[in-house]
């Protein structure tokens, strides 16, 4: 069993930066995509970047050329860097890892990113 570990949430100003970063618990697994996702209350979880197959990059409309995902070399920690953020950016943010071979999706607990004006 694998878990995904999240930190870097908090409170910053509009136009600052934060650095979400994701860990699997364990290296024994390998992942076919990594990514992050945010969600407000009373709406869908939303995809904010993923890094897919054969490193292929995702962002949504939104956040292009604000945020930056990356990877570390053993592809089981993912990050989110995030620069000029907007009070719309606020929202609670998931890791998420596609497990190779079973398709499995799993989940980190959320990080808590609130974004004042």
């Known amino acids: 069993q694998v878990e995904l570990v999240e930190s870097g949430g908090g409170l910053v100003q509009a136009g600052g930066s934060l650095r979400l970063s994701c860990t699997a618990s364990?290296?024994?697994?390998?992942?076919?995509?990594m990514g992050w996702y945010r969600q407000v209350p009373g709406k869908q979880r939303e995809l904010v970047a993923l890094?897919?197959?054969?490193?292929?990059?995702n962002y949504a409309d939104a956040v292009k050329e604000r945020f930056t995902i990356s990877t570390n070399k053993a592809r089981n920690a993912v990050y989110l860097q995030m620069n000029s953020l907007k009070s719309e950016d606020t929202a609670v943010y998931f890791c998420?890892?596609?497990?190779?071979?079973?398709?499995?999706?799993?989940w980190g607990q959320g990080t808590q990113v609130t974004v004042s004006s």
């Open positions: 364990s290296n024994r697994f390998a992942f076919n995509a």
């Open positions: 998420n890892a596609v497990v190779a071979g079973s398709g499995v999706y799993i």
């Open positions: 890094i897919g197959a054969g490193h292929r990059l």
